[in-house]
């Protein structure tokens, strides 16, 4: 029948099929992640718990390479939380697909809000697709699973598997952001003004200034939001 | 080597209280007028600002495949294909430069 899907069931599939490529992306970092954590000490366990409590990759990596480094122990949680700064802007960007909801779906929709599952929502979106709240929730807990799982797999067998660089992987992120900014565009009277001036900003904070990139990232942010905001036009 | 356990509650924490203000900040904007129209613009220009950190960092091989990435987006409008043109570039353009 039709009808016997509830929509929430659909857009939490839907999403987990439009996520697959990212989240191939994300299983090989985690391989990565995990080889770093075992060079930390870290056994399977340790690396598992941290994956699910904290989820947000880029931060556990920058977090265990401070450690692996020598880095204190403040330090090394520093420079992580440096690097979720963004996260900021993310969850606030949330704001309609979580008003209204029971607390506990506000408090998963929030700590399943990453890069990926969020730029793929607000595209899908853009492409005047009628997802919301599970589709963001589908993609997190597919992400979720995947970093976790490559993760304990990279703490324990990680020297089966290549570097990530070695096989172009690095790369898999910026040309994943790239296409799906393809699918945020609504047009140049809209966004070429905003889009400008972030990618502008962003070049002059990272080359010109003494700022951690995780600062220039969001700054760059919001000064091409507030571009946004103060042109009447759009 | 400090205690795994503690450096992983403390990033957790951290990490959540981020995602959790963000929200609260979400909330106190107004629903119309520029600080809507700002919010609306946040993703488009969040992902702008991270591409061009991720370029200026990178080379010209990363450069070459951005390109080759943003016209397979362009023509396909397909997230598998522009990651598979990147990524390929970008391992043929490592090679030969």
Redesign the interface.
Known sequence: MAHSTPPETGQLWSAVR?I???AF?VATYGLAFGLLAAQ???DGL?TG??GT????GS??IV?VER?VAGA??MT??LA??AL????????????DE??GRPLWQ?VLG??M?T?EN???L?TARNQGRNVGYWYLVGGGLCLLVTWVTSTVIGANFARAFPDPQA???D????????????????GAT??LA??V???A???IA??LTPLD?SW??VI????????????PD? | MPDIFLVTAALATATFGIRLFGFWLGRSIPAHGPWARALNALPGCLITALVAVLLVQGGPAEWIAATAAAITAYATRSLPLSMIAGIAVVLLARMYL
């Open positions: 439009n697959l490529p990212l992306g930390a000490g870290m340790q718990l941290m409590f904290v989820f947000a931060s556990q977090l450690l204190g122990a090394a949680v992580g939380v979720n700064l963004r996260l900021l802007l993310i969850t606030a960007s949330l704001r979580l008003s506000i929030l700590h809000a890069d969020w730029a793929l607000h096989i172009g992987m790369f898999a992120f910026t040309a994943a952001f790239i296409a799906l900014l393809r699918g945020l565009w609504r809209r966004d905003p889009w001036v972030s990618a900003t962003a070049v990272v080359l990139p220039a990232l760059a942010g919001t000064v091409g939001a507030i571009t946004a905001g103060i042109r759009a």
